[in-house]
């Protein structure tokens, strides 16, 4: 990561704070189907949430940047699949990202300390 001024996560209790997650650490890296960079970054937040002792059964909230809403469709049919009912709640909204992707998302999760 570079010199951001940034937390890549936050505990404040039992919650976590997510910064938000893009589907790679470099733009060369994104792939160019809406529906892989989901997985990726889906992928990369359950990588972070099991670092610290967690998974995406425990994901409570969910903020969803998406650079078209033509992208909404693919993105719900991978996020459906990742995530098991009860959903996180969702915010999706369409926005100009800082990094050619076309998906970032940011979450809460409830992770008991220990």
């Known amino acids: 990561m570079s010199d951001l001024?940034?937390?890549l996560h936050?505990?404040?209790g039992d919650l976590v704070f997510l910064s938000g997650e893009v589907?790679?650490?470099?733009?060369?890296?994104?792939?160019a189907?809406?529906?892989e960079q989901v997985e990726r970054t889906i992928d990369r937040i359950e990588e972070t949430l099991a670092e610290l002792?967690?998974?995406l059964a425990?994901?409570?909230a969910a903020t969803v940047y998406l650079s078209s809403p033509a992208h909404f469709d693919a993105y719900n049919a991978v996020y459906r699949r990742r995530f098991k009912a009860p959903y996180p709640t969702r915010t999706t909204v369409q926005a100009a990202l800082m990094m050619k992707?076309?998906?970032e998302i940011t979450?809460?999760?409830a992770i008991p300390q220990r």
């Open 58 to 60: 425990d994901v409570v």
């Open 53 to 55: 002792g967690g998974s």
């Open 10 to 12: 936050r505990r404040v």
């Open 107 to 109: 979450v809460v999760a």
């Open 33 to 35: 189907d809406v529906g």
């Open 23 to 31: 589907p790679a650490d470099t733009e060369a890296e994104v792939p």
């Open 101 to 103: 992707a076309d998906v």
């Open 5 to 7: 001024p940034l937390s």
